[in-house]
């Protein structure tokens, strides 16, 4: 198992409740997939630094997840889900994960 942190833009411009949705469906996603979610952290509403698909602003939610190499499939689907403006899944580093306590130490 490896650590992973998951930012996901979700289009500002829907209603809270389908926002809240998608950010359930996320999880739902990371879980079906042999995940386990440590952290959900929601930002909210922000303003982009650019402009992305003529949009100004965003709802930002960062997931922090333990998982296996499922990952592919849980990309493809972020890709595939109009709501989401943006997504990026990236790897935390052994020693990071074990300092926050989610994997064994590592010796170095």
Known sequence: ???YEL???V???LDDEIIDAQ???VAELVTQRGGEIK???RWGRRRFAYEINHKTEGYYVVYEFVGGSELAQLERALRLADEIVRHKLFRLPDREAARRGWLASTAT
Request: proline share 0%; glycine share 0%; charged share 45%.
């Open 1 to 3: 198992m490896r650590a």
């Open 7 to 9: 930012m996901i833009i």
């Open 11 to 13: 289009d500002a411009e």
């Open 23 to 25: 950010v359930k469906r």
């Open 39 to 41: 952290a959900e952290d």
